[in-house]
Nanobody, 122 residues
Framework: QVQLVESGGGLVQAGGSLRLSCAAS????????MGWFRQAPGKEREFVAY???????AYADSVKGRFTISRDNAKNTAYMQMNSLKPEDTAVYYC????????????????WGQGTQVTVSS
């Protein structure tokens, strides 16, 4: 069982930056692929980025070049640095975990955090 707690969300002006954190419980964090997803009002939850247990990363086209996902296995924490934020990045951001290789498909992730709100004003 893995429990995930996100933090770092908030209100920021367009062009600004935020860093999200996802703290995980358990002693096998290094075995999990960690993903970030987001859900805007009235829209479906969508893939943002993942970092696999081996360090391989992938990003949605909409955030490529602006967001960077990373992990610190010693701290059981995953991060997502978000730069050059746009109003369309406004959403609740969720951290998720799965065993095995990285995937962009939401249904492959077994564990989810409660989410953290990111609001980007224009």
């Amino acid at each position: 069982q893995v429990q995930l707690v996100e933090s770092g969300g908030g209100l920021v002006q367009a062009g600004g930056s935020l860093r999200l954190s996802c703290a995980a419980s358990g002693r096998t964090f290094s075995s999990y692929t960690m993903g970030w997803f987001r859900q805007a009002p009235g829209k479906e939850r969508e893939f943002v980025a993942y970092i696999s247990w081996s360090g391989r990363t992938a990003y949605a086209d909409s955030v490529k070049g602006r967001f960077t996902i990373s992990r610190d296995n010693a701290k059981n924490t995953a991060y997502m640095q978000m730069n050059s934020l746009k109003p369309e990045d406004t959403a609740v951001y969720y951290c998720a975990a799965k065993l095995g290789s990285g995937m962009i498909t939401i249904t492959t992730y077994n564990y989810w955090g409660q989410g953290t709100q990111v609001t980007v004003s224009s």
